[in-house]
């Protein structure tokens, strides 16, 4: 029993680590314009719920790189993405939303999306509680200014 679960914990370690080489060699190749190479890495990773190949799919289809530009291919990997709490996916749908590109414009739905990616962000994670509650009342303080700015 126990040399089965050591096996077990090993499979998924070396899978973790094959799923982050792919994710690399995908980036790899995007940068070297090698979009189809790119989108061959991820897109197996992105079948299987990987958030950061989804949000990567996303955006070759958001901008036709290695396939054809398709904005409501891209909306569905970004919203993928997104529900996993993927920030950069939040924030890309978001300004799909805003522009109208692969749904309908949204103003409320971007805000929305925008907003949690703002949430999302993997800075507040390098924050003390302290320093997070300082910046949130900054950013209030920030608001109700603009609001009032607005209304004059």
């Given at each position: 029993m126990r040399f089965i679960l050591v096996l077990l914990c090993t499979l998924f370690v070396f899978s973790g680590s094959a799923r982050a080489d792919?994710?690399?060699?995908?980036?790899?190749?995007y940068s070297r314009k090698d979009y189809e190479a790119a989108l061959k890495l991820w897109q197996p990773l992105a079948d299987q719920g990987n958030a950061e190949a989804e949000e990567y799919v996303g955006y070759l289809y958001e901008y036709g790189d290695g396939v054809k530009q398709d904005f409501t291919e891209a909306v569905k990997w970004y919203r993928k993405a997104s529900d996993q709490g993927n920030s950069l996916a939040e924030r890309r749908l978001g300004e799909m939303y805003e522009n109208g590109k692969g749904v309908t414009q949204d103003y409320a739905e971007a805000y929305f999306w925008l907003s949690l990616c703002a949430v999302q962000n993997d800075t507040a994670k390098h924050l003390t509680p302290e320093q997070k509650a300082a910046l949130d009342k900054r950013i209030a303080e920030w608001k109700a200014a603009r609001v009032a700015a607005e209304k004059k």
């Open positions: 792919q994710l690399q060699d995908g980036i790899a190749a």
